[in-house]
């Protein structure tokens, strides 16, 4: 059974930092597209980030850029979602997600994607 499952996420200061991360089960990782999304309550999901299979390559969406890094570990079969400088419209449900594309051309859509995981929630308050 293909899964992915999140873990990480939870409650933090304004400032502080957290690390999700998306563990795959069923398939590997490291010949998928991994994305990053977040959900807020009542709006819509949105793309926090995304690094590609081949050569690694990432994006950022504006709000992520200069705090937030991806990173994956093959060995682990795991992609990393670091995450400093929190703030409170930080809050919300990240998920992770795998597609079969192998390049980073696409993978802020989230049409692109064939696999999800259940989400973590992180949230941001003092």
């Known amino acids: 059974q293909l899964q992915l499952v999140e873990s990480g996420g939870g409650l933090v200061q304004p400032g502080g930092s957290l690390r999700l991360s998306c563990a795959a089960s069923?398939?590997?990782?490291?010949?998928?597209?991994i994305g990053w999304f977040r959900q807020a309550p009542g709006k819509e999901r949105e793309g926090v980030s995304c690094i590609s299979s081949i050569g690694g390559s990432t994006k950022y969406a504006d709000s992520a850029k200069g705090r937030f890094t991806i990173s994956r570990d093959n060995a682990k079969n795991t992609v990393y979602l670091q995450m400093n400088s929190l703030k409170p419209e930080d809050t919300a449900v990240y998920y992770c997600?795998?597609?079969?594309?192998?390049?980073?051309?696409?993978?802020?859509?989230?049409?692109?994607?064939?696999?999800w995981g259940q989400g973590t929630q992180v949230t941001v308050s003092s």
């Open positions: 069923g398939f590997t990782l490291n010949y998928h597209t």
């Open positions: 997600a795998a597609t079969g594309l192998r390049s980073s051309t696409y993978c802020s859509l989230e049409r692109v994607y064939d696999y």
